[in-house]
């Protein structure tokens, strides 16, 4: 079966550093996406990874280990609007994304 | 209309009923999709079109329909609505299924079947 795992919940202070993980065991490898989704609204598209390696945007970074299965979100200088869900989202050999179910991020002054 | 519209916003409906959801865009996409999403799961496809005129099923097809008869809207209908239908419906579009095509989502319709 296909399978995409993310930590259910974290907790960071402003200002700091937070590292959100991401494992998937799917069928075929097409990309892997992260989504932020605040509570009541729709995902929006942060990052997208196909090669090994990091992609830096911002505050924002994602990284991708195709031969290992796995991806980080990176969040620097945190504040307290970055408080929302973060989504993994693995694009399978049909071209479907297998959503993992996001880890919840918490904020703290 | 910019982006991805949804309606209804919210929605109580009747086990048995038939209901439809509807979603417009106006990017011109050539692919849309319809989630669901349920505490403590992940979205999980119902059914996708990868372009006008052409439908697929997602991951739980049961008890759900769509249509595609133009590029802009992609209405799912549930034709006899369960209570395990409860859920908050998200549609979304992209210009195409593959390459570095994000998904950009409507503003979702939470649904209830009592």
């Known amino acids: 079966g296909q399978n995409i795992d993310q930590p259910t919940e974290m907790t960071a202070t402003e200002g700091a550093i937070v590292q959100i993980n991401c494992t998937y065991q799917?069928?075929?490898?097409?990309?892997l996406f992260w989504y932020q989704q605040h509570a009541g609204e729709a995902p929006t598209f942060l990052s997208y990874n196909v090669l090994d390696g990091l992609e830096e945007k911002g505050r924002f970074s994602s990284f991708l280990s195709w031969s290992k299965g796995y991806s980080y979100l990176l969040l620097k200088e945190l504040q307290m609007k970055d408080s929302a869900s973060y989504l993994c989202?693995?694009?399978?050999?049909?071209?479907?994304?297998?959503w993992g179910a996001g880890t919840k991020l918490i904020i703290k002054p | 209309i910019a982006g991805i519209t949804q309606a209804p916003t919210s929605q109580i409906l009747a086990a048995g009923r038939r209901m439809t959801l509807r979603c417009t865009q106006d990017?011109?996409?050539?692919?849309m999709y319809w989630y669901r999403q349920d505490l403590g799961l992940g979205l999980r496809l119902i059914h996708y079109?990868?372009?006008?005129?052409?439908?697929g099923k997602g991951e739980v097809p049961d008890g759900y329909s769509v249509s595609r008869a133009n590029t802009d809207d992609f209405p799912l209908t549930l034709a006899s609505a369960v209570p395990s239908q409860t859920s908050v419906y998200f549609c979304?579009?992209?210009?195409?299924?593959?390459?570095?095509?994000?998904?950009?989502f409507g503003p979702g319709t939470r649904l209830t079947v009592l």
């Open positions: 990017m011109r996409h050539n692919a």
């Open positions: 979304a579009s992209s210009d195409s299924l593959a390459g570095y095509n994000e998904q950009f």
């Open positions: 799917t069928s075929g490898f097409n990309g």
């Open positions: 989202a693995v694009r399978d050999s049909n071209y479907q994304l297998i």
């Open positions: 079109s990868n372009t006008a005129g052409t439908t």
